[in-house]
């Protein structure tokens, strides 16, 4: 269930992920993502706090200590890799629309199909990028 | 000046929007919810302003907390971060409010609440709806099967109006669980296409009208039948509802672990409603059982000198009337047999009551006969048939069972009453009670 639900990752996700790169609480994870993102993305506490429980379930990030009411998450090895593949996926993405809309002369990419164990999910990536 | 006020409401948990709108609305007219219990909803006194609500789902929450666990003291702390206020949880909702103008949703997500909510109703909701439902399915069977069992507590009873009272229930909460997967389906194409979760279907016209029904059916027959039973059974239902209730918030203020509260809620839940329902059944059989009006006029006596005899006969309801009697003929010389003779006789002004009383008369003697016994129609009285049930066994006996326009007579004689006695007896009960 949650590996489907976190095929791809949301915004919000990302920039979750993204942040529990470090130790982080929920309340610093929603100010330094308004604050990355300069108020593009906002994190709602609710939503924070189901996706946080939601990665704690699926073994994303790990609860690293608890202090009064503030608990910290740190991001796991499985985790990095959902996050990876993400960022793999964006750039195939990008490089995909470069091809048809940014070069004049679209070089012709070779692709070759790499299949992630973890996930079970065949990304196509592009080479000589 | 009243400083606090309790409403009803009648909104469902998952339609979240609305009872947010709801207690906006409430705000800017001076009230400020402080407790929320499902059907009830406690307001405190302040100042008329724009309040902000949010309703927000934790499928992990039990009914049973009270006040936030540790987890979910996080999530509040957040809030409060965002200028979130906590007001209260109840079941799987947790509710807060913000005075800020523009506060940072608690939710950012429609996907990620749809979620919440969904597994929210899957846990507690829709488990008790169907449940229900099952409930319903067994009360129906349980009802049909005493048809054929003791017609005349179901035809002169409660049965006739305890069918479609289920039947009327089982529409309601087959109703509401329909409403709730279209509005998860619809919802979850609106959140697929960037949009939020959709208003439900209304259903309160089906709803309603149900409860209107079976109000109108018990009430019906409560005045009709003057049945302080059901009086009790309603009283008893009742009474349980509020015990179990307090259960639960006796359970919401102590600090037991979820599993424990669920355990002690489950016994407690069984055994004190097992042990009234017991005392108040057994208080109402004794005391105020009534089976309809005992009508001795209407009684067909053999010939009293030579026999003992049992009867009775209930006259309970204006469309419906059994009499049963049993007659021991006591033996004059010592050859002679005991001669033992019972009848049952079930009178409706309807058709299809009879057909049924006939057909679980017979259906009646073919499962408590063994096998070998057969029914044969041995001789028309008038316009009455007569069937007959010999079974060939050491211990003979005959059954018969007499069809007639508004009757059913049944009758259980030991065998050593003739074919021509017992043409004579059916006239004479027949003749007697003037069917």
Redesign the interface.
């Known amino acids: 269930m949650a590996r489907e639900k976190f095929r791809t990752l949301?915004e919000?996700m990302f920039y979750i992920l993204l942040l529990l790169k470090n130790e982080c609480c929920?309340?610093d994870i929603?100010k330094k993502v308004e604050e990355i993102t300069k108020g593009r993305i906002?994190?709602?506490?609710?939503?924070?706090?189901?996706?946080l429980?939601d990665f704690e379930k699926a073994e994303y990030i790990r609860e690293t200590k608890?202090e009064?009411?503030?608990?910290s998450y740190i991001i796991t090895e499985k985790g990095t890799d959902a996050l990876i593949r993400e960022k793999k996926r964006l750039e195939i993405l990008l490089c995909d629309f470069s091809v048809y809309f940014s070069a004049e002369e679209p070089e012709i990419l070779q692709v070759e199909e790499v299949e992630y164990e973890n996930d079970e999910i065949n990304l196509h990536k592009p080479i000589g990028i | 000046m009243k400083m606090t006020k309790l409403t009803y409401t009648n909104r469902l948990a998952y339609d979240y929007k609305n009872i947010e709108n709801m207690l906006e609305k409430m705000s800017l007219k001076g009230w400020k919810c402080i407790k929320f219990g499902g059907v009830c909803i406690h307001y405190e006194k302040i100042e008329p302003q724009a309040l902000k609500y949010?309703v927000?789902f934790?499928p992990?929450l039990s009914q049973f907390d009270g006040t936030p666990l540790?987890?979910q003291?996080?999530?509040?702390?957040?809030?409060e971060?965002?200028g979130?206020e906590y007001i209260c949880q109840w079941g799987k909702m947790m509710i807060f409010c913000s005075s800020e103008e523009n506060p940072?949703?608690?939710?950012?997500?429609e996907?990620?609440?749809l979620?919440?909510i969904h597994k929210s109703m899957k846990k507690e909701y829709l488990p008790t709806l169907i449940g229900m439902i099952f409930l319903l399915v067994i009360s129906m069977y349980a009802t049909y099967k005493n048809i054929y069992i003791r017609p005349e507590e179901f035809f002169g009873g409660f049965g006739i109006f305890h069918m479609p009272m289920i039947g009327l229930l089982g529409i309601t909460q087959i109703t509401l669980i329909i409403q709730y997967m279209l509005w998860y389906k619809s919802s979850k194409k609106s959140v697929e296409h960037g949009g939020s979760c959709t208003k439900p279907i209304k259903v309160s016209f089906i709803i309603n009208t149900c409860v209107v029904l079976i109000f109108a059916l018990y009430m019906t027959y409560l005045f009709q039948s003057g049945d302080k039973l059901l009086l009790f059974s309603v009283f008893s239902a009742l009474l349980n509802l509020v015990i179990i209730f307090t259960v639960i918030n006796w359970l919401r203020k102590k600090d037991f672990d979820t599993n424990l509260k669920r355990i002690i809620y489950f016994g407690l839940s069984i055994i004190i409603p097992s042990i009234m329902s017991i005392t108040i059944f057994n208080l109402a059989y004794f005391n105020f059982i009534d089976f309809g009006n005992f009508n001795e006029s209407r009684l067909f006596y053999l010939d009293k000198s030579s026999i003992e005899y049992e009867e009775n006969c209930y006259d309970n309801g204006k469309t419906f009337l059994m009499e049963w009697g049993k007659y021991n003929v006591k033996p004059t010389t010592i050859q002679e047999e005991y001669r033992e003779f019972s009848y049952s006789l079930y009178k409706s002004d309807y058709n299809f009551v009879n057909e049924i009383v006939l057909n679980s008369t017979l259906e009646l003697y073919d499962y408590e006969l063994e096998q070998g016994a057969y029914w044969d129609k041995i001789f028309e009285i008038e316009d009455f048939s007569v069937w007959e049930k010999y079974k060939f066994h050491e211990n003979l006996f005959h059954s018969f069972v007499v069809q007639t326009d508004k009757s059913i007579l049944s009758i259980s004689s030991s065998p050593i009453f003739s074919n021509v006695e017992i043409e004579l007896i059916i006239k004479m009960i027949l003749q007697e009670l003037s069917i």
């Open positions: 949301t919000q929920g309340t929603m906002k994190i709602g506490a609710g939503t924070l706090y189901a996706l429980e608890i009064g009411r503030k608990r | 949010s927000f934790i992990s540790e987890k003291e996080t999530l509040i702390s957040m809030c971060e965002t979130w940072t949703p608690i939710e950012t997500d996907n990620v609440k979620e919440s």
